[in-house]
């Protein structure tokens, strides 16, 4: 079935560094992929998306590129700011319904 | 900016209450999702709906049932509510695949229930 692998946390950084969080797909057809953002307390807002291979989303600073040849759909920040703690979820989209979600990943920037 | 709202934001209530979780949208979405958020974060997919009188339960089984009487609400219900039930129910609505839509889901701020 359709499934998404996303780096495990916590992860902890300092402000100004830079922030990957690895993503990889399984899925059958042609999945649109997304990247979402959950502050503390708050429902999930979508951060950035991509629909087709070698498409780039983008969004506050942050990037992540569709690769089909290695599944994946790693986020990137160059810079973060405190202001970008939060929990970050990698999902796919096949079908016409259904969103398959990654278990999420916590990020704490410290000043 | 979507517009998906939920209410309560909070609720503490006594074992075998029956609760009703509100959920509703402006954007005239078919589409509209319950999902459990469990204390380690991940993501159930407990309900789904595809438009007007229709539900299906999603990939975790759960005791709460829901209704789709008009496009915008989507009601969840818990008929007795249990302390298993604690957790954060968060409430999404998407539009059809296709016209420049693709599949993204809006998501309402969640409902943190306990029951005591």
């Known amino acids: 079935g359709d499934s998404v692998t996303q780096m495990e946390g916590p992860v902890t950084l300092s402000e100004e560094a830079f922030l990957t969080i690895n993503c990889t797909y399984t899925?059958?057809?042609?999945?649109?992929l997304f990247w979402y953002v959950q502050y503390p307390g708050e429902g999930l807002q979508l951060l950035l998306k991509?629909?087709?291979?070698?498409d780039k989303g983008s969004n506050k600073g942050f990037e992540a590129t569709y690769r089909k040849e290695t599944t994946s759909f790693h986020l990137e920040k160059g810079s973060v700011q405190v202001s970008d703690s939060a929990v970050y979820f990698c999902?796919?989209?096949?079908?016409?319904?259904?969103?398959?979600f990654g278990a999420g990943t916590t990020v704490t920037v410290r000043a | 900016e979507a517009d998906i709202y939920q209410t309560p934001r909070y609720l503490v209530i006594g074992t075998g209450k029956k609760i009703t979780l509100e959920c509703s949208q402006t954007?005239?979405?078919?589409?509209m999702y319950w999902y459990q958020q469990d204390p380690g974060m991940e993501l159930h997919l407990i309900h789904y709906?595809?438009?007007?009188?229709?539900?299906e339960k999603g990939d975790l089984s759960s005791e709460s049932t829901v209704s789709r009487i008009r496009t915008e609400h989507f009601p969840l219900t818990l008929e007795s509510a249990r302390p298993s039930h604690t957790s954060q129910y968060l409430c999404?609505?998407?539009?059809?695949?296709?016209?420049?839509?693709?599949?993204?889901?809006?998501f309402g701020p969640g409902t943190r229930l306990t029951v005591t």
């Open positions: 999902a796919l989209s096949v079908s016409d319904y259904k969103l398959s």
């Open positions: 999404a609505s998407s539009a059809r695949r296709g016209g420049g839509n693709t599949g993204e889901q809006y």
């Open positions: 899925a059958t057809g042609y999945p649109s």
């Open positions: 709906s595809y438009g007007v009188n229709s539900t």
């Open positions: 954007m005239g979405h078919d589409k």
């Open positions: 991509a629909t087709k291979a070698d």
